[in-house]
């Protein structure tokens, strides 16, 4: 079902991702149009925007303010429009009489982005470290927790992909932006807010979209950019919000990863994980400490040539911590508790403030 899925997708997508296509930079939303009096001309600027002229001057310079991709009729007097930014919503509403456009779907956000996780996001760079497709059974299975089923498929060390997130806090905008040319050749600088669903309070959708450039080759390159950038809402059709609105996301903060997931037609889920960058730099530090299991003991086996003075916490993959040690060497962490045949996270640092994350399957 999972390579049926991504086959079914890749071909609703298909024209997005030819090499050296530009992304499709247009967010979808729909248009109510009083009569058809109230409907544009559109003309095709050749650069791949285009121009609506209104009968009225200043709806037509309104509209001119941002960059419009497509306008086309969705049933009876609703048109759908791909902009730029929903920044164009809000100016429509303030301006435009209701009866002569009306927008018709909810996109303001239901609040303000959850603090604690700007906390942990705001001014830092994060690495993409893994992505994958769940299907309907795996979503069923692993949906109960935060950062629970199977780890995601790790992308390759030398896969370049680090975003820079920043707040505006004056425009509560969440900045994601590229740090340089992905190892697809890849690009973007785009903004989010809270969605504006109720239900979750940690999920997000896109508001603007400043640039985006897309050279996704074929194989594991381009598989690992295109989950990136469905769940991200960067993808030529932004209606795609099957399972939400917008992209939820987890974060167990002692890691320094955070997840975001996204819904499929099929009723699955991408899911993507990005790392703290800082984090990933100090790992290099314990480059040489190794953490295993040994048959017949119950306790934690520690390789540590360095002797470094180390301590250690231990969580399950719903981000909960289940066991800490604060001076950890060979022989000193019973985890006989812990559940067999369950994946643990392992954080280990250094009193330098170095860390690491190590993968256990308990046995």
Same mark, same amino acid.
């Given at each position: 079902?999972?390579?049926?899925?991504?086959?079914?997708?890749?071909?609703?997508?298909?024209?997005?991702?030819?090499?050296?296509?530009?992304?499709?930079?247009?967010?979808?939303?729909?248009?109510?149009?009083?009569?058809?009096?109230?409907?544009?001309?559109?003309?095709?600027?050749?650069?791949?925007?285009?121009?609506l002229i209104f009968s009225e001057?200043?709806?037509?310079?309104?509209?001119?303010?941002?960059?419009?991709?497509?306008?086309?009729?969705?049933?009876?007097?609703?048109?759908?429009? %791909?902009?730029?930014?929903?920044?164009?919503?809000?100016?429509?509403?303030?301006?435009?009489?209701?009866?002569?456009? %009306?927008?018709?779907?909810?996109?303001?956000?239901?609040?303000?982005?959850?603090?604690?996780?700007?906390?942990?996001?705001?001014?830092?760079?994060?690495?993409?470290?893994?992505?994958?497709?769940?299907?309907?059974?795996?979503?069923?299975?692993?949906?109960?927790?935060?950062?629970?089923?199977?780890?995601?498929?790790?992308?390759?060390?030398?896969?370049?992909?680090?975003?820079?997130?920043?707040?505006?806090?004056?425009?509560?905008?969440?900045?994601?932006?590229?740090?340089?040319?992905?190892?697809?050749?890849?690009?973007?600088?785009?903004?989010?807010?809270?969605?504006?669903?109720?239900d979750f309070e940690k999920e997000?959708?896109?508001?603007?979209?400043?640039?985006?450039?897309?050279?996704m080759l074929d194989g594991a390159?381009?598989?690992?950019?295109?989950?990136?950038?469905?769940?991200?809402?960067?993808?030529?059709?932004?209606?795609?919000?099957?399972?939400?609105?917008?992209?939820?996301?987890?974060?167990?903060?002692?890691?320094?990863?955070?997840?975001?997931?996204?819904?499929?037609?099929?009723?699955?889920?991408?899911?993507?994980?990005?790392?703290?960058?800082?984090?990933?730099?100090?790992?290099?530090?314990?480059? %040489?400490?190794?953490?295993? %299991?040994?048959?017949?003991?119950?306790?934690?086996?520690?390789?540590?040539?360095?002797?470094?003075?180390?301590?250690?916490?231990?969580?399950?993959?719903?981000?909960?911590?289940?066991?800490?040690?604060?001076?950890?060497?060979?022989?000193?962490?019973?985890?006989?508790?812990?559940?067999?045949?369950?994946?643990?996270?392992?954080?280990?640092?250094?009193?330098?403030?170095?860390?690491?994350?190590?993968?256990?399957?308990?046995?």
């Amino acid at each position: 079902m999972k390579k049926a899925a991504l086959i079914f997708i890749l071909l609703f997508f298909g024209q997005s991702f030819s090499q050296s296509d530009p992304f499709c930079f247009g967010i979808s939303s729909i248009l109510q149009f009083g009569n058809n009096s109230n409907l544009p001309q559109v003309s095709d600027n050749g650069d791949g925007t285009i121009t609506l002229i209104f009968s009225e001057q200043y709806i037509t310079d309104l509209f001119a303010e941002y960059g419009i991709y497509a306008f086309e009729q969705f049933s009876g007097n609703r048109y759908r429009m %791909e902009s730029n930014s929903k920044n164009l919503l809000i100016a429509i509403e303030d301006q435009v009489p209701s009866s002569q456009i %009306e927008v018709d779907n909810d996109y303001l956000p239901s609040g303000p982005i959850q603090q604690e996780f700007l906390d942990f996001v705001d001014g830092k760079t994060f690495d993409l470290i893994g992505t994958e497709e769940y299907d309907e059974d795996q979503v069923i299975n692993c949906y109960n927790g935060p950062m629970i089923c199977d780890p995601l498929d790790q992308v390759p060390e030398n896969f370049n992909f680090q975003v820079a997130i920043n707040y505006d806090s004056q425009n509560d905008l969440l900045l994601f932006e590229t740090v340089s040319t992905t190892s697809c050749e890849s690009s973007f600088s785009f903004s989010m807010r809270r969605s504006a669903s109720t239900d979750f309070e940690k999920e997000l959708q896109i508001w603007s979209i400043d640039s985006a450039v897309s050279n996704m080759l074929d194989g594991a390159c381009g598989l690992i950019e295109f989950r990136t950038y469905l769940v991200m809402q960067l993808l030529c059709d932004n209606n795609f919000d099957y399972g939400g609105f917008g992209s939820q996301y987890y974060f167990p903060d002692e890691l320094g990863v955070f997840r975001l997931r996204k819904g499929t037609p099929l009723m699955g889920e991408f899911l993507v994980d990005f790392r703290d960058t800082e984090l990933s730099i100090e790992e290099n530090n314990l480059s %040489e400490v190794l953490i295993y %299991e040994k048959t017949g003991s119950p306790y934690l086996q520690l390789k540590n040539p360095q002797d470094k003075e180390l301590s250690i916490v231990i969580f399950d993959l719903t981000g909960k911590n289940v066991l800490s040690k604060t001076s950890f060497k060979n022989n000193t962490l019973n985890i006989g508790v812990l559940q067999s045949n369950a994946i643990y996270l392992l954080h280990v640092k250094t009193t330098k403030g170095d860390s690491k994350v190590f993968k256990l399957l308990k046995r």
